[in-house]
């Protein structure tokens, strides 16, 4: 709303020499008097839309946004609005034009040069009649536009994926102040994968179906090489313990190539040449290299990789991939100018090359940073300082991100969001890619956050989430803006050292971050939220939250309870730990995984397995411990409780063996474990 005060005063200001045409000077009054949508529960105006918005109009109003118009005034007021394609429309009255309808065109009301998802929304008179423009200079664009409206002038948040959370005010007159806003985004793209098309739509994400520059990138770099051509050719692939790696399958995407290689480096350029040949629209090409870290070591490749420091306990082989990627950039450079490569530095490519000062400006480099790790201070600026470092090595970098990695427990993050999209926007970077699959109850404020701070980088992140806690949570906001932020406190405040992908698979490293103080005070706020609601949406709404959060509460109490016991606890003690965790498993099945809106990479099948195996394990060791001269015990509680016997037959599985080997080494390499358990660190048996 200030915003549109201030665009008007500022028109005002320049108005004065428009105002010596008579026409000009109806316009400015009809922008003075803003716009009336409805009256009293009836519409006033009609919607009408430019044609690549709804192609073809057979079916009548298909697109999202339209669609979201239609139904929030409906449900705002009453009124049902009309809506009709371009071609179809007489001017007969007041209109919303969304797109670039005829009048958009000839009166060239969108602005040139504006970004894919950019757009202007005003309000202005065509021969006397008011009108509504929202348009941008794609429908991308023109669809930011109307949920820029919506949001805005019209108060509407989505704030969680999911129906319940939809809040839109009811008044009977939907009317508007002046408007003349021009919408650019503040980073040039921001994508977040996990989360409905719908919600990111609603909250202006960018759509990953429409092509922005330098969006491209994923683990591509094989498709060049599928085994099925090349079986031949061994050499093309990484030599690694002195025997070439060679794909399994043609989709292989966990193995590298010889970089070094000359016919791989040829290959590739014709390949690429031909690609771009064949796509003329299609602007860039991935050769983000595969996800693994068996790189080639043949004497070529090591003479570039050979003495390159370490970073985080990785080996790095950037010399040899990017020498890949310089060469393959210049080659196209001199035949397809205007397209782009992009490449991943990533995992053993993550630093830049010590011997490449400059890429070509062809190349996109995707940096990926586990930015949820910030509280570590160290952490930090070892990855600020990283991004300052490409940024001088390529003209165009973006970021890849990881939000949640598929924790359980709570990693809430959001006030390093609050500092994070400021500085990336500061730095100047090219689009942010974030691997999000939200767990909802605890990501939704961090994501909530990360769309509007897209836009605007500079707002007020307190004042945001200060309205979001109220339309989400109405009386109940004061408690769950107190469970949000102790959720906050427990993130950066747990006293453990930054990691990067700290608790993918490795559930103990999740303990870490959750202690029991925390836990108990975030449960209560939870618990004094429900008591709070005293209407049937706030209600459901933090019920929503309580069902998502209660297997991370449910579970570590589990975990914390079963390091408590000792060759004296009581069967009951022990029967307490094993209900509780039974009711972990309970809850996430009906609050987690019977849910959509977590996503399925994660939250679902088998990975869930794979993630809870440990915890399974570790607790049927502390069960075991305090078991140890009671084995009449031990044999009952196996025929009586299914939970006890299922952790029994996980340990049994000759197929764990494995699994607790990697476990102990990754335990004492990482160094990341619940510092308010006593027995430090409880290494899996390997009997
Ligand atoms: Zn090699």
């Given at each position: 709303m200030?915003?549109?005060?201030?665009?008007?005063?500022?028109?005002?200001a320049?108005g004065?020499?428009?105002?010596?045409?008579?026409?000009?000077?109806?316009?400015?009054?009809?922008?003075?008097?803003?716009?009336?949508?409805?009256?009293?529960?009836?519409?006033?105006?009609?919607?009408?839309?430019?044609?690549?918005?709804?192609?073809?109009?057979?079916?009548?109003?298909?697109?999202?946004?339209?669609?979201d118009?239609?139904?929030?005034?409906?449900?705002?007021?009453?009124?049902?609005?009309?809506?009709?394609q371009?071609?179809?429309?007489?001017?007969?009255?007041?209109?919303?034009?969304?797109?670039?309808?005829?009048?958009?065109?000839?009166?060239?009301?969108?602005?040139?040069?504006?970004?894919?998802?950019?757009?202007?929304?005003?309000?202005?008179?065509?021969?006397?009649?008011?009108?509504?423009?929202?348009?941008?200079?794609?429908?991308?664009?023109?669809?930011?536009?109307?949920?820029?409206?919506?949001?805005?002038?019209?108060?509407?948040?989505?704030?969680?994926?999911?129906?319940?959370?939809?809040?839109?005010?009811?008044?009977?007159?939907?009317?508007?102040?002046?408007?003349?806003?021009?919408?650019?985004p503040?980073?040039?793209?921001?994508?977040?994968t996990?989360p409905?098309?719908?919600?990111?739509?609603?909250?202006?994400?960018s759509?990953?179906?429409?092509?922005?520059?330098?969006?491209?990138?994923?683990?591509?770099?094989?498709?060049?090489?599928?085994i099925?051509?090349?079986?031949?050719?061994?050499?093309?692939?990484?030599?690694?313990?002195?025997?070439?790696?060679?794909?399994?399958?043609?989709?292989?995407?966990r193995?590298?190539?010889c970089?070094?290689?000359?016919?791989?480096?040829?290959?590739?350029?014709?390949?690429?040449?031909?690609?771009?040949?064949?796509?003329?629209?299609?602007?860039?090409?991935?050769l983000?290299?595969?996800?693994?870290?068996?790189?080639?070591?043949?004497?070529?490749?090591?003479?570039?990789?050979?003495?390159?420091?370490?970073?985080?306990?990785?080996?790095?082989?950037?010399?040899?991939?990017?020498?890949?990627?310089?060469?393959?950039?210049?080659?196209?450079?001199?035949?397809h100018?205007?397209?782009?490569?992009?490449?991943?530095?990533?995992d053993?490519?993550?630093?830049?090359?010590?011997?490449?000062?400059?890429?070509?400006?062809?190349?996109?480099?995707?940096?990926?940073?586990?930015?949820?790790?910030?509280?570590?201070?160290?952490?930090?600026q070892?990855?600020?300082?990283?991004?300052?470092?490409?940024?001088?090595?390529?003209?165009?970098?973006?970021?890849?991100?990881?939000p949640?990695?598929?924790w359980?427990?709570?990693?809430?993050?959001?006030?390093?969001?609050?500092?994070?999209?400021?500085?990336?926007?500061?730095?100047?970077?090219?689009?942010?890619?974030?691997?999000?699959?939200?767990?909802?109850?605890?990501?939704?404020?961090a994501?909530?956050?990360?769309?509007?701070?897209?836009?605007?980088?500079?707002?007020?992140?307190?004042?945001?989430?200060?309205?979001?806690?109220?339309?989400?949570?109405?009386?109940?906001?004061?408690q769950?803006?107190?469970?949000?932020?102790?959720?906050?406190?427990?993130?950066?405040?747990?006293?453990?050292?930054?990691?990067?992908?700290a608790?993918?698979?490795?559930?103990?490293?999740?303990?870490?971050?959750?202690?029991?103080?925390?836990?108990?005070?975030?449960?209560?706020?939870?618990?004094?939220?429900?008591r709070?609601?005293?209407?049937?949406?706030?209600?459901?709404?933090?019920?929503?939250?309580?069902?998502g959060?209660?297997?991370?509460?449910?579970?570590?109490r589990?975990?914390?309870?079963?390091?408590?016991?000792?060759?004296?606890?009581?069967?009951?003690?022990?029967?307490?730990?094993?209900?509780?965790?039974?009711?972990?498993?309970t809850?996430?099945f009906?609050?987690?995984?019977?849910?959509?809106?977590?996503?399925?990479?994660?939250?679902?099948?088998?990975?869930f397995?794979?993630?809870?195996?440990?915890?399974?394990?570790?607790?049927?060791?502390?069960i075991?411990r305090?078991?140890?001269?009671?084995?009449?015990?031990?044999?009952?509680l196996?025929?009586?409780?299914?939970?006890?016997?299922?952790?029994?037959?996980?340990?049994?599985?000759?197929?764990?063996?494995?699994?607790?080997?990697?476990?102990?080494?990754?335990?004492?390499?990482?160094?990341?474990?619940?510092?308010?358990v006593?027995?430090?660190?409880?290494?899996?048996?390997?009997?």
């Open positions: 200030v915003r549109a005060v201030l665009m008007l005063s500022v028109f005002l320049s004065v020499h428009a105002a010596s045409q008579p026409r000009e000077l109806a316009q400015l009054r009809d922008r003075m008097d803003g716009f009336l949508i409805a009256r009293e529960g009836r519409p006033v105006a009609k919607i009408v839309t430019a044609p690549d918005i709804d192609r073809p109009f057979d079916q009548g109003v298909r697109n999202q946004a339209v669609r118009l239609i139904r929030v005034v409906a449900i705002m007021s009453g009124a049902p609005l009309p809506a009709v371009d071609t179809l429309a007489f001017n007969d009255g007041p209109q919303i034009h969304i797109g670039q309808t005829e009048f958009v065109k000839r009166e060239r009301l969108v602005p040139t040069g504006l970004p894919i998802s950019g757009y202007r929304i005003l309000t202005t008179s065509e021969r006397g009649q008011p009108r509504l423009v929202i348009a941008g200079a794609t429908v991308s664009g023109t669809m930011n536009g109307v949920y820029d409206l919506l949001t805005t002038e019209l108060g509407v948040v989505w704030g969680v994926d999911s129906p319940l959370f939809e809040e839109i005010p009811r008044r009977s007159t939907v009317a508007l102040p002046a408007i003349d806003r021009v919408g650019r503040g980073l040039p793209f921001c994508m977040v996990g409905s098309l719908a919600w990111q739509l609603r909250n202006r994400l759509d990953r179906g429409v092509e922005y520059p330098y969006s491209r990138h994923g683990h591509n770099m094989m498709a060049f090489f599928r099925s051509q090349y079986r031949d050719h061994p050499e093309y692939y990484p030599l690694v313990n002195g025997q070439r790696k060679i794909p399994r399958q043609d989709e292989d995407t193995v590298q190539l970089f070094t290689n000359p016919d791989v480096i040829r290959i590739t350029i014709e390949k690429l040449r031909a690609y771009f040949d064949a796509n003329p629209n299609v602007l860039g090409y991935s983000c290299a595969a996800d693994d870290d068996e790189f080639c070591t043949c004497e070529t490749c090591s003479r570039l990789d050979d003495g390159a420091p370490e970073f985080r306990n990785r080996q790095i082989h950037s010399d040899s991939y990017f020498h890949y990627i310089n060469e393959v950039a210049k080659a196209l450079r001199e035949t100018p205007g397209r782009y490569i992009s490449a991943y530095a990533y053993a490519t993550e630093p830049p090359p010590r011997r490449i000062p400059r890429l070509p400006d062809n190349v996109v480099v995707f940096l990926t940073q586990d930015a949820t790790q910030h509280f570590d201070s160290a952490y930090r070892e990855d600020d300082a990283i991004l300052a470092a490409w940024k001088r090595v390529a003209a165009h970098v973006c970021l890849y991100e990881y949640s990695l598929g359980i427990l709570p990693r809430n993050f959001t006030s390093l969001v609050a500092e994070r999209m400021p500085y990336l926007a500061r730095t100047g970077i090219d689009g942010l890619y974030a691997e999000g699959h939200p767990h909802p109850a605890h990501l939704a404020p994501l909530y956050l990360t769309a509007k701070l897209a836009w605007e980088p500079t707002a007020n992140a307190d004042s945001i989430m200060g309205d979001w806690y109220r339309a989400m949570f109405r009386e109940s906001a004061p769950m803006q107190r469970f949000y932020v102790t959720l906050d406190s427990a993130w950066t405040h747990a006293d453990r050292r930054g990691f990067w992908f608790g993918s698979n490795r559930m103990w490293e999740e303990f870490a971050a959750y202690p029991p103080l925390y836990r108990e005070t975030a449960w209560h706020h939870l618990s004094a939220a429900l709070a609601a005293n209407t049937e949406v706030t209600r459901q709404r933090v019920a929503y939250i309580r069902a959060h209660e297997p991370a509460y449910r579970v570590a589990a975990f914390e309870w079963a390091h408590a016991l000792t060759p004296e606890s009581s069967e009951e003690e022990i029967m307490r730990v094993l209900d509780e965790f039974e009711m972990f498993m809850t996430y009906t609050g987690v995984e019977g849910d959509p809106a977590y996503s399925d990479t994660y939250y679902r099948g088998y990975r397995h794979e993630r809870t195996k440990w915890i399974k394990l570790d607790i049927l060791r502390c075991d305090a078991l140890v001269n009671r084995t009449q015990v031990r044999q009952r196996l025929e009586t409780s299914p939970t006890f016997s299922e952790m029994n037959d996980t340990a049994r599985n000759r197929r764990t063996v494995g699994y607790r080997r990697w476990t102990n080494k990754s335990m004492g390499e990482r160094r990341i474990y619940p510092d308010y006593s027995d430090q660190p409880p290494y899996l048996p390997m009997e």
